[in-house]
């Protein structure tokens, strides 16, 4: 491994805990885009999270949910850009699921949660 692995291990490593904290929150949040259900809310949690890490954020309102753009200055002139969405898909048929869809649970020492099923916390 080379010094940068380090230390990105090490900032990992430091900020695991708050990381996992702050994606259960996220996942917690219902945000169905097909029922316009929590969309706003999931927004300003993502935005939120933003400001937190030191981002410089913009939340575009739209006729349909919230755009949030959040830029970081680096130490580089290249631009590094990440693309994602916050919504998730309807989590029915609520049966099938063995713990409700937006409560974090941890089974077999992985997270599980209707969120996880999609990209909204991939990045």
């Known amino acids: 491994m ?4 380090d230390n990105i291990d ?3 490593s430091e900020n695991l805990d708050n990381y996992i904290q702050s994606t259960a929150q996220l996942c917690a949040q219902p945000s169905v ?3 316009g ?8 949690m993502v935005v939120q999270l933003f400001n937190k890490h030191g981002f410089q954020v913009e939340l575009i309102s739209t006729p349909g949910n919230p755009i949030v753009v959040a830029r970081a200055q680096g130490q580089s002139e290249r631009t590094m850009l990440f693309y994602n969405h916050y919504d998730v898909q309807p ?3 609520l049966e099938l699921w063995t713990t409700p869809p937006f409560e974090p649970t941890l089974r077999d020492g992985a ?4 969120a ?8």
């Open 10 to 12: 090490k900032v990992l």
């Open 33 to 35: 885009s097909a029922r």
């Open 37 to 44: 259900e929590g969309m706003d809310a999931c927004a300003e």
């Open 91 to 93: 989590p029915e048929p």
């Open 2 to 5: 080379n010094a940068n692995n």
């Open 116 to 123: 996880l099923r999609t990209t909204k916390v991939s990045w």
């Open 111 to 114: 997270s599980t949660h209707a």
